[in-house]
Nanobody, 127 residues
Framework: EVQLQASGGGLVQTGGSLRLSCAAS????????LSWFRQAPGKEREGVSC????????YYADSVKGRFTISRDNAKNIVYLQMNNLKPEDAAVYYC????????????????????WGKGTLVTVSS
């Protein structure tokens, strides 16, 4: 059974940093996609970043390019989202999601394509 466990959210001031973690278990092969999404109150869920675990390709939403970095600890099977220079508009509940089909990377920000979701972790950015 695939399980995703997100953690690392919290309260940070504008310009600060946080690192989110997504512990993934239950995958039998490293050919899946793991992404971070976020949803702010009253807004639709949006894709933030994606890691194609099989080839290491990374993708980012334009709004976070240059500030956020997605990475993976292969030994621990944890995917991180390092968030720097946080802005009030980054405040949201962040979710990690995974898709068995590596081809999902072509449309990585489309949430309905994902098979597994972790519980969210709240990021609050004070101005």
């Amino acid at each position: 059974e695939v399980q995703l466990q997100a953690s690392g959210g919290g309260l940070v001031q504008t310009g600060g940093s946080l690192r989110l973690s997504c512990a993934a278990s239950g995958f039998t092969r490293d050919d899946y996609i793991l992404s971070w999404f976020r949803q702010a109150p009253g807004k639709e869920r949006e894709g933030v970043s994606c890691l194609d675990v099989s080839v290491g390709s990374r993708y980012y939403a334009d709004s976070v390019k240059g500030r956020f970095t997605i990475s993976r600890d292969n030994a621990k099977n944890i995917v991180y989202l390092q968030m720097n220079n946080l802005k009030p508009e980054d405040a949201a509940v962040y979710y990690c999601a995974a898709a068995d089909n590596s081809g999902v990377y072509r449309s990585w920000s489309v949430d309905v394509l994902y098979d597994y979701w972790g519980k969210g972790t709240l990021v609050t950015v004070s101005s």
